[in-house]
C-alpha cells in the first residue's frame, strides 16, 4: 500500500508541475471573446478540424496543438491530415480481488497515436495505433499488447438530397445506445473495436446503421492481431444487425430500436457451454424533461441457441436523474434499475440466461467484476460539481442474482462462481466514488473508489472477503 500511495502522489507531482497545466493569468485580449474549443470526443475518429482551414474565421480559441491538427496538403486544402491521442497513467491497487485472499498492486498505461487524411469532402482514411502495458508478470487480456493496429478504416461519404450515407470498412470502434450490448471497453488498456463493414445513413431527425463483423482478439505480442473478417477459421465473435435512432414528430426525447445478431463458438454459461448463437431485438427511450429531469429506459429480448440448447432470455434497464439546481454545486440524484433473466432449471434443455454481448465492462464499477447477467441491480446515486473543472459522483448499488439456478458473471460474459450450489440470491453492494478534475482540455486526472460487501450468496461459495479498489488516472489527450 505504501508503494502504491507513493507513486500515486508522484503521478500527482508531476503533472501539477509540468509547467502546461499552471499557466499565468493572461490579459484580456481578443482570444478571451472566442468560443471554447469542442472537446475531444469519446470516438476520436470522430473529430472534425474543418475549423482550422481558415484560422482567421475559425470561432474557436486557439491552441498550442493546432499545427499537427490541420495540415492542408494542397492549395484548396481539401487533402489534409492531421494527428492526434492519448496518454494514459494508471495505478490500481485491489484488496480481497475477485473476493478471495488476493492483493494486487500494478501499474498500467495506454499510449494511443491516431492519424486522418482526407483526400477529399467524400473520401478518407483513419488509422490508430495502440500500445499497453501492465506490470504484472502474468499478462491479461485487455491490458497487455505492446504495439498493434486498433483501428484503421475507409470512409466513402455520399450526398444525397437532404440524406447523407457513409460506407466505412476495415477496423473500427463502435458503440450503440447506453454502451449496454455493445461497448468500447474503456476501461482496460485495449479498447474494443472490430472488423468491419458499415453504412451510415443520417438524416435531419434520425440515424441508421447497418453492420456486419468480427470482434478484434487483442493479443500480446507485435502486430499479431490479425483481420479476421475474411477469415473462415478465425474463432472471433461475430457481430451483425441494424441500429436506428430517430426523434418521433412532437415528442420529447429520442427512440432507438435494434436488431443485433452475434455468434461465438465457445460460450460458457452456468447450465449451457459450446457455439452460442443469439438474436437481440430491442428499444430504447431517453431524453430530457425540462431542463432537470433526464431519463433513459431500455428492453431487450433474446433468443436463440447455446451449446445445443434453445435459448431465450430477456434484460430492462431505466435510469433517472433530476437535476436540484443549476448552482451551488449543481446536485444531481440518480436512480438506476436493472432486471437481467438467468437460468431457471438446471440440468434442462433450455437456457433462460441473458448474454450480454460486448458490454462495457466498465458498466457498474472500473473494478469490472459482475456483468449484466442473471441480475437485479438497484442503484442510488448523487453527483456535484464545486466549478466548472471538478466533478464528484457517489453511487450505492445493491446486486442479487435473478434466478437462484444461475451463477455470477464478469464481464464480458464469463461465469465466475456457479449457481446451483446454493439458494441465496443477495451478491452484495457497492458502495463507489469517482472524482474527476479536468485541468485544461489536454490534461485530465481521475480518482475511482469502490468498495464491495459481499451478500449471502458470495458468503455461502467461499467468496466472503470484502473487495476493495482503487484508481487514480492521469490522461493527456491531444
Given amino acids: 500500500m505504501l508503494k502504491f500511495l507513493f507513486t500515486f502522489t508522484l503521478i500527482l507531482l508531476v503533472t501539477d508541475n509540468s509547467g502546461v497545466v499552471a499557466q499565468s493569468t493572461p490579459e484580456l485580449t481578443l482570444q478571451d471573446s472566442l468560443l471554447d474549443r469542442p472537446a475531444f470526443k469519446l470516438f476520436r475518429a470522430e473529430e472534425n478540424y474543418d475549423y482550422l482551414k481558415d484560422k482567421e474565421t475559425s470561432p474557436y480559441q486557439e491552441d498550442y496543438l493546432d499545427p499537427i491538427k490541420f495540415i492542408g496538403l494542397n492549395a484548396s486544402k481539401d487533402l489534409n491530415l492531421s494527428f492526434g491521442g492519448e496518454i494514459r497513467l494508471r495505478m490500481e491497487d485491489f484488496t480481497n480481488r475477485r473476493w478471495m485472499d488476493e492483493h494486487a498492486t500494478f501499474y498500467s498505461h495506454r499510449i494511443a497515436l491516431h492519424s486522418n487524411l482526407n483526400v477529399t469532402k467524400h473520401l478518407r482514411f483513419f488509422g490508430e495505433l495502440y500500445h499497453g502495458l501492465l506490470n504484472l508478470e502474468q499478462k491479461e487480456f485487455a491490458q497487455s499488447d505492446p504495439l498493434d493496429w486498433h483501428q484503421g478504416f475507409l470512409e466513402i461519404k455520399i450526398p444525397i438530397e437532404n440524406k447523407r450515407l457513409s460506407v466505412r470498412f476495415g477496423r473500427q470502434e463502435i458503440a450503440f445506445g ?48 490479425n483481420f479476421s473478417l475474411f477469415s473462415a477459421n478465425a474463432q472471433n465473435p461475430k457481430l451483425w444487425g441494424i441500429y436506428s435512432q430517430f426523434a418521433l414528430l412532437r415528442d420529447v426525447g429520442k427512440m432507438e430500436v435494434y436488431y443485433l445478431g452475434f455468434q461465438s463458438p465457445q460460450a460458457f454459461f452456468n447450465d449451457a457451454a459450446g457455439e452460442d448463437q443469439r438474436h437481440t431485438i430491442g428499444i430504447r427511450r431517453f431524453g430530457q424533461l425540462g431542463k432537470t429531469l433526464r431519463y433513459n429506459t431500455e428492453v431487450m429480448f433474446q433468443f436463440g441457441e447455446t451449446g445445443g440448447k434453445n435459448a431465450k432470455g430477456w434484460a430492462f434497464e431505466t435510469d433517472w436523474t433530476y437535476r436540484i439546481n443549476d448552482r451551488n454545486w449543481q446536485p444531481e440524484v440518480g436512480l438506476k434499475l436493472d432486471v437481467i433473466s438467468g437460468d431457471k ?17 466498465a458498466y457498474f464499477s472500473l473494478a469490472g467484476i459482475i456483468a449484466p447477467v442473471n441480475l437485479i441491480e438497484f442503484h442510488p446515486s448523487i453527483s456535484m460539481r464545486p466549478n466548472k473543472q471538478v466533478q464528484i459522483y457517489l453511487e450505492w448499488a445493491s446486486f442479487f442474482r435473478y434466478s437462484i439456478d444461475d451463477g455470477v458473471y464478469a464481464p464480458p460474459r464469463f461465469l465466475t462462481i456457479e449457481g446451483q450450489q446454493t439458494n441465496k440470491r443477495f451478491i452484495g453492494s457497492q458502495l463507489a466514488c469517482k472524482i474527476a478534475y479536468e485541468f485544461d482540455q489536454h490534461f485530465s486526472f481521475d480518482f475511482d473508489f469502490s468498495y464491495f460487501l459481499t451478500g449471502s450468496f458470495l458468503d455461502s461459495t467461499g467468496n466472503d472477503l470484502n473487495m476493495m479498489h482503487i484508481a487514480p488516472t492521469v490522461t493527456f489527450k491531444y
Fill in 178 to 225: 447506453a454502451t449496454r450490448l455493445i461497448g468500447i471497453r474503456e476501461g482496460p488498456n485495449i479498447r474494443r473495436s472490430f472488423d468491419m463493414g458499415r453504412a451510415i445513413i443520417q438524416t435531419p431527425r434520425s440515424k441508421t446503421e447497418l453492420f456486419y463483423g468480427k470482434e478484434v482478439q487483442a493479443r500480446f505480442e507485435v502486430f499479431d492481431n
Fill in 345 to 361: 432449471s438446471h440440468g434442462d434443455d433450455r437456457i433462460q440466461t441473458f448474454n450480454p454481448l460486448f458490454t462495457n465492462p
